[in-house]
Antibody, heavy 121, light 111 residues
């Protein structure tokens, strides 16, 4: 059974940083690209970033480019998202999602439970 | 960016009756490989999204066959043949053809 355990969210002041983690199990982690998608309170879904199975290719939404960094540790079956220079509009639930293949994007077949990031003073 | 426009925003439904949600993209979703990367997701209150349909019309494992997807180019539809109580929630379409990946604004289905 595929499982994702997202963690690292919390309350942070504007300008602060957080590191989100998504521990995966139940599949060969390195064989699949992974993505982060966020959802502001009461709002829709917004793609944030994607990463190939090897970790060699990364993609970012314009709204987070230069502030967020996606990475993975295939030995630990864990996906990360480093959030820097946080702003109030970064507030929301951050979901990790498994793509259908190593270099397949926008094909998010499985989602984790999400971790809440709140940016407020 | 490709804009995904869903309609209606809210859809009151009757148990046992059909329902239909529309999703329109601002440009063609046909990828260079000839495939269309259009997905449908369902999100129940307080839960993570679950993918129902991928590449326009392919049902994910475990998705009831009352759900079906269709469309081409820029116009897509999700249909529920007979609505059940568990189908309430928000439905999102999403395109995976162009960067950045973009979602529709969602359609809230309620009994």
């Amino acid at each position: 059974e595929l499982q994702f355990l997202a963690s690292g969210g919390g309350l942070v002041q504007p300008g602060g940083s957080l590191r989100l983690s998504c521990a995966a199990s139940g599949f060969t982690f390195s064989n699949y690209a992974m993505s982060w998608v966020r959802q502001a309170p009461g709002k829709g879904l917004e793609w944030v970033s994607s990463l190939s199975g090897s970790g060699g290719s990364t993609y970012y939404a314009d709204s987070v480019e230069g502030r967020f960094t996606i990475s993975r540790d295939n030995a630990k079956n864990t996906l990360y998202l480093q959030l820097n220079s946080l702003r109030a509009d970064d507030t929301g639930v951050y979901y990790c999602a498994k793509e259908d293949a190593s270099t397949s994007y926008g094909q998010m077949g499985y989602w984790g439970q999400g971790t809440l990031v709140t940016v407020s003073s | 960016d490709v804009v995904m426009t869903q309609s209606p925003l809210s859809l009151p439904v009757t148990l046992g009756q059909p329902a239909s949600i529309s999703c329109r993209s601002s440009q063609s979703l046909v990828f260079s490989d000839g495939k269309i990367y259009l997905n449908w997701f369902h999100q129940r209150p307080g839960q993570s999204p679950r993918r129902l349909i991928y590449k326009v019309s392919n049902r994910d494992s475990g998705v009831p066959d009352r759900f079906s997807g269709s469309g081409s180019g820029t116009d897509f539809t999700l249909k529920i043949s007979r609505v059940e109580a568990e189908d309430v929630g928000i439905y999102f379409c999403m395109q995976g053809t162009h960067w950045p990946l973009t979602f529709g604004g969602g359609t809230k289905v309620e009994i």
